[in-house]
């Protein structure tokens, strides 16, 4: 069964950094590109990053471009986010999901599998 | 950036009527190659984690049942829920990804009248 939890959620002061982790299971984790998508409190699905299959190609959302970077361990299955300089604006569940197909870069699919997500609150 | 627009921002529908929900996109999303939308919809329950619908505009995911429909091409989208159930309250939002950053529309939350 196709699975992925997201961990590393917590309670950070503005300013801080926090790294998210995504684990995989019950698919080949190095043939999908993987994304990150956040849901702030009473707002809409914000996308937030994309990294191709292989690490070697990767997207950000300009709320997050030079303070949020994606990486993915294929041997491990997991994906992960480090959070710099984080806002009190970056409050949110944060979401990983896997794209839906497997042409290179497996960027451009919609996202099929996700997580259940998990919480970030930036706060002094 | 591609701007996806939804409509409307909030719906309420009897059961087993239909709803519509459009999403319009500043650009094309339609790839000339391949003559294919880069266009999803999700559907979005409070505490649960979106779930796809439809991508390509309009091929169903597995397991979506067939009263949920996707059309439209370039930069106009509909999806057409028949037979509305009470389990179809929800959020829904269509995604473009065409081209980074991947937007969401606003979001349509559907309801019961």
């Known amino acids: 069964q196709v699975h992925l939890v997201e961990s590393g959620g917590d309670v950070v002061q503005p300013g801080r950094s926090l790294r998210l982790s995504c684990a995989a299971s019950?698919?080949?984790?190095?043939?999908?590109?993987m994304h990150w998508v956040r849901q702030a409190p009473g707002k809409g699905l914000e996308w937030v990053a994309v990294i191709s299959y292989d690490g070697s190609t990767k997207y950000y959302a300009d709320s997050v471009k030079g303070r949020f970077s994606l990486s993915r361990d294929n041997s491990k299955n997991t994906l992960f986010v480090q959070m710099n300089s984080l806002r009190e604006e970056d409050t949110a569940i944060y979401y990983c999901?896997?794209?839906?197909?497997?042409?290179?870069?497996?960027?451009?699919?919609?996202?099929?599998?996700w997580g259940p997500g998990t919480t970030v609150i930036v706060s002094s | 950036d591609i701007v996806m627009t939804q409509s409307p921002d909030s719906l309420a529908v009897s059961l087993g009527e239909r709803a519509t929900i459009n999403c319009k996109s500043s650009?094309?999303?339609?790839?000339?190659?391949?003559?294919?939308?880069?266009l999803a919809w999700y559907q979005h329950k409070p505490g649960q984690p979106p779930k796809l619908l439809i991508f390509?505009?309009?091929t169903r995911e597995s397991g979506v049942p067939d009263r949920f429909s996707g059309s439209g091409s370039g930069t106009d989208f509909n999806l057409t829920i028949s037979g509305l159930q009470a389990g179809d309250v929800a959020v829904y939002y269509c995604q473009q990804y065409y081209t980074s950053p991947f937007t969401f529309g606003q979001g349509t939350r559907l309801e019961i009248k």
């Open positions: 390509w505009a309009s």
């Open positions: 650009q094309s999303v339609l790839y000339s190659s391949n003559n294919k939308n880069y």
């Open positions: 019950g698919f080949t984790f190095r043939d999908y590109g």
């Open positions: 999901a896997k794209g839906n197909g497997e042409s290179n870069p497996g960027i451009y699919y919609a996202m099929d599998v």
